[in-house]
């Protein structure tokens, strides 16, 4: 059974500009969550959806970033306008239930 | 809020036994779950308890005291592949985020 991919691995992206992360998560699994760990910090919650719902996103730190679960299979997280301080490692997690999380590897973000 | 406290660092032997405590207090509780990170890997779930008391699971076994706000995790056997950040995190009750410690990095020495 694959895991939860990530993708990209690594992305350097300038101040002001764009980035979009996607996650693939196990098949069948309805719950995906995204977290973040900024440098030298926990690992914290973002958001969290069931199948295409956002049901919890009390964790995005602002309206720059934008999550989108479409059709309940993947997701993605796109930063717009990325700022410094977004920098970090963004982690997809998947669940059939809210049990075991599984994580992928995450994507490295840095912004210069 | 949530306030999660775990040591930062732990060294061990190879064949001896750890136990990495975590203390926690939060304004829900949905279980408390331990996780292992690799350097540049993703977290692994090791271990879950919702119920005082401990549960075994190979050489890895994890406590949970929940009027103590405490639990720890112990790591018997120890093997050089143990050495990692253990991450302890009391789930929320709204619908399973994770609420993550600082993480504990275990060295685990010959």
């Known amino acids: 059974e694959a895991g939860v991919t990530q993708f990209p691995s690594h992305s350097v992206i300038e101040k002001g500009q764009t980035v979009t992360l996607r996650c693939d998560p196990i098949?069948?699994?309805?719950?995906l969550y995204w977290y973040r760990r900024v440098m030298g910090k926990e690992i914290k919650f973002l958001l969290h959806?069931?199948?295409?719902?956002?049901?919890?996103e009390s964790g995005m730190p602002n309206n720059r970033f934008l999550a989108e679960r479409t059709g309940g299979t993947y997701s993605t997280l796109k930063v717009q306008p990325a700022e410094l301080e977004d920098s970090g490692v963004y982690f997809c997690a998947s669940s059939p239930d809210h049990y075991e999380q599984y994580f992928g590897p995450g994507t490295r973000l840095t912004v210069t | 809020g949530q306030n999660i406290d775990q040591p930062t660092e732990m060294t061990a032997t190879e064949g001896a036994i750890v136990q990495i405590n975590c203390t926690y207090q939060t304004s829900g509780f949905n279980g408390l779950f331990w996780y292992q990170q690799h350097a540049g890997e993703a977290p692994t779930f090791l271990s879950y308890?919702?119920?005082?008391g401990l549960e075994e699971k190979g050489r890895f076994s994890s406590f949970l005291s929940r009027s103590k706000g405490y639990s720890y995790l112990l790591l018997k056997e120890l093997q050089m592949k143990d050495s990692a950040s253990y991450l302890c995190a009391p789930g929320s009750p709204d619908r399973g985020k994770l609420i993550f410690g600082q993480g504990t990095e275990l060295s685990v020495k010959p």
């Open positions: 098949s069948g699994h309805d719950n």
């Open positions: 959806f069931v199948k295409e719902s956002k049901q919890d």
């Open positions: 308890n919702v119920l005082d």
